[in-house]
């Protein structure tokens, strides 16, 4: 099974928004609603964003959304703050003896 | 406030049984939920390797399973991971997170605790 997609980093400027991409497969993203995002402080543990492809926890910034379009999943970070700077991982649970795969991870820049 | 805190040797010689523990407070451990075992290491990313829920039923990455072993504590409050025959591609962070029962995500993570393997 391998690592779902991410591209290795992204970068935008304070008050935009960025959208980091997750690819998988039918087995995965595309077969499964079971999509969920986190954020990585270096030295941190990883805080879930976005489970259920788009449902955010009570706590979570609302300028964290995710989506998803066939094997494609997103996360789209609005109104983007420093305090946004941190890698991103997605995950999906998966059909094949793995179960849970993770994304490559994304590292976020604020300009 | 749920809170997990992983611990255990931070060294493991090639070949030998590398053996953490998760304390968990905050939440019953015999509560409908689930509790995970993830790795993070610069070579793998992130990688599950397994849960186990309060009927002591477990799930394991079939890429680990022959090697891996995850015990409930109740009593204790804990729950463990045990890891035979590692190798230096063992080497990596390992967190210990729970999973509500039905749900497929990972809402709490504990600070995660580095296991080297190396003579």
């Known amino acids: 099974q391998s690592a779902l997609t991410q591209p290795a980093s992204v970068s935008g400027s304070p008050g935009q928004s960025i959208t980091i991409s997750c690819s998988g497969t039918?087995?995965?993203?595309?077969?499964?609603?079971?999509v969920s995002w986190y954020q990585q402080h270096p030295g941190k543990a990883p805080k879930l964003l976005i489970y259920?492809?788009?449902n955010r926890p009570s706590g979570v910034s609302s300028r964290f959304s995710g989506s998803r379009s066939g094997n494609t999943a997103s996360l789209t970070i609005s109104g983007l703050q420093a305090e946004d700077e941190a890698n991103y991982y997605c995950t999906s649970f998966t059909s094949t003896s793995t179960r849970y795969v993770f994304g490559t991870g994304t590292e976020v820049t604020v300009l | 406030q749920v809170q997990l805190q992983a611990s255990g040797p931070g060294l493991v010689k090639p070949s030998g049984t590398l053996s953490l523990t998760c304390a968990v407070s905050g939440a019953s451990i015999s509560s409908f939920t689930g509790w995970s075992w993830v790795r993070q290491s610069p070579e793998k990313g992130l990688e599950w390797i397994g849960e186990?829920?309060?009927?002591?039923?477990?799930n394991y990455n079939a890429a680990l399973r022959s090697r891996v072993t995850i015990s409930l504590e109740k009593s204790k409050k804990h729950f463990s991971l045990q890891l035979t025959s590692v190798t230096a591609a063992d080497t990596a962070l390992y967190y210990c997170?729970?999973?509500?029962?039905?749900?497929?995500?990972?809402?709490?993570w504990g600070q995660g605790t580095m296991v080297t393997v190396s003579s």
């Open positions: 259920d492809v788009s």
């Open positions: 186990i829920y309060q009927s002591g039923a477990t």
């Open positions: 039918s087995s995965d993203v595309g077969g499964y609603k079971y």
């Open positions: 997170a729970r999973i509500e029962v039905g749900e497929y995500y990972f809402d709490h």
